[in-house]
Structure formats: C-alpha cells, structure tokens
C-alpha cells in the first residue's frame, strides 16, 4: 500500500487547460477546493468544502427576475413585456425583450427549472406560461393545450395572482409570459425563472 500527501493535485493531462481539473487543500484551514484548469493556474471554481464539510457550488444557479408590465409585444400581443430586469445571472437560461416579440426565455441547458408569473388585471382574466407556443396572438386558455405550461385567473380588480411549475425543460425550450392582451391593473407583474437541477 502506498500513501501520496499533497496539497494540489492536477487530475487530467490535457493540453487544453480547461479540460484538466486541480484538487486544492493549500489554505491548511480544513477546506479544499475542486477547479477548472492546471494547478497553479485555474481558472473556473467548480466546488469547495468549507471547514465545517459543507459543499457549495462555485456556479451560481441560473436566475432570471422580472418586474412592472410594460404592455405586450406589437406583433406577439399576447405576450407579456417587463420593465424592470431585478436579476439576471448565469448562462443556462437566454432573456431576450423585444418590442414587437414581447419577452421570452430560452432555456440553453437541460435541467430542472422552477417558474413563476404574478399579474393583475382590473378584471378576471385568464393568464399563465405558454411553452414553445406559436399562437403568440391567441388568448393562453384558447392556445394548443400542449402548449400551456401553467393557467390561472386573476381574481378581476386589480387583485394579483401567480401561477408557478417546477418541470424539466430542454435546451432549446422557450417559455413566455402569456395572458388575453389586456392591460395590467398596477404594477403587479412579476416573473422569476431558476434552474434548479
């Protein structure tokens, strides 16, 4: 039996750094780091255990957050457009607002996401989360049913409501904000997108 005692240990021996990983214990305080990259040189934090053994993630989960209507999209008028961009980090999920589209989320990596969408109206009105939908001018409850990720109706006078799913999605996914076209009551709208697995 042999023993080997180091405090960086390089895993891999490609010529493209990235592809190597460095298994690092030099801060001698209990904690250890796994990196992207040649020892001594790395350049991506993958995971890191603090002194007390718990693990965090060196990525940070991909998270969109959205608030305030800003109407719908002219030629997509049924999707819902954002005015205030809360938070947007990672690289899993693309946002993209357009004045004629309206808002949409393209999921970039497969995985697990959780998404909600909060909305109001000065009256009852159905709204939700339309997935790959091309009825992009149709009321979400008149819409292909396999399209419709998630429905609700909003409780009329400027009550908010909010619908949400957790599902699996693919790359190439796109998720929007879908509604009848009518015009927000207030600034209830909200919507949040995160990958969760």
């Known amino acids: 039996m042999s023993l080997i005692k180091a ?6 021996l490609s010529v493209t750094p990235a592809n190597n990983f460095t298994l690092d214990t030099s801060a001698d305080n209990g904690t250890m780091k796994l990196a992207r990259g040649n020892a001594g040189a790395t350049t991506q934090d993958i995971l890191t255990v603090d002194a007390d053994g718990r693990i965090a993630q060196g990525l940070l989960p991909a998270c969109i957050r959205l608030n305030t209507a800003a109407g719908y999209g002219s030629t997509n008028t049924k999707i819902r457009r954002f005015t205030n961009m809360v938070l947007n980090q990672g690289n899993d999920i693309t946002y993209a607002d357009s004045a004629t589209l309206g808002a949409s989320f393209t999921i970039n990596k497969t995985g697990v996401y959780a998404v909600s969408y909060s909305d109001a109206f000065a009256s009852s ?6 997935l790959n939908s091309a009825q992009l ?7 292909t049913v396999t399209n419709i990720l998630k429905i609700g109706v909003t409780g009329g006078v400027g009550s908010p409501q909010t619908v949400s799913d957790t599902a699996y999605f693919t790359a190439g996914d796109v998720i929007r904000a879908h509604t009848t076209g009518v015009s927000a009551s207030g600034p209830a709208a909200q919507f949040t997108i995160t990958r969760v697995a």
Do not use: C, P
């Open 7 to 12: 405090i960086k240990a390089q895993l891999g």
């Open 125 to 130: 009105q159905y709204f939700g989360l339309s």
């Open 137 to 143: 001018t149709t009321d979400i409850q008149s819409i």
